[in-house]
């Protein structure tokens, strides 16, 4: 039997950029949020390839500019 995938169903629909505690864009945050990880494990990982590789920061910058923003639940 196929199943039908609901909009919103995909892994990366939850994934949003988060303006509460942001430092620079909120993607950091925003995978924390979506529970893939620690924002202080993300920012480590960013920086610490982007010094070696210029390609991490083009995909922090691409999720930041892309990214949607989270709804805030208050």
Do not use: H
């Not at 196929?2 to 942001?22: E, F, N």
């Not at 620079?24 to 920012?43: H, M």
């Amino acid at each position: 039997m196929v199943s039908k995938k609901i909009q919103g169903d995909s892994p990366m629909a939850k994934l949003a950029l988060v303006k509460k505690g942001k430092i620079i864009f909120g993607v950091c945050k925003g995978l924390e949020a979506s529970g893939r990880g620690s924002a202080l494990i993300w920012r480590l990982i960013f920086v610490i390839t982007a010094c070696f590789l210029w390609f991490p920061l083009f995909v922090y910058l691409g999720m930041g500019m892309f990214l949607p923003v989270a709804e805030n639940k208050n």
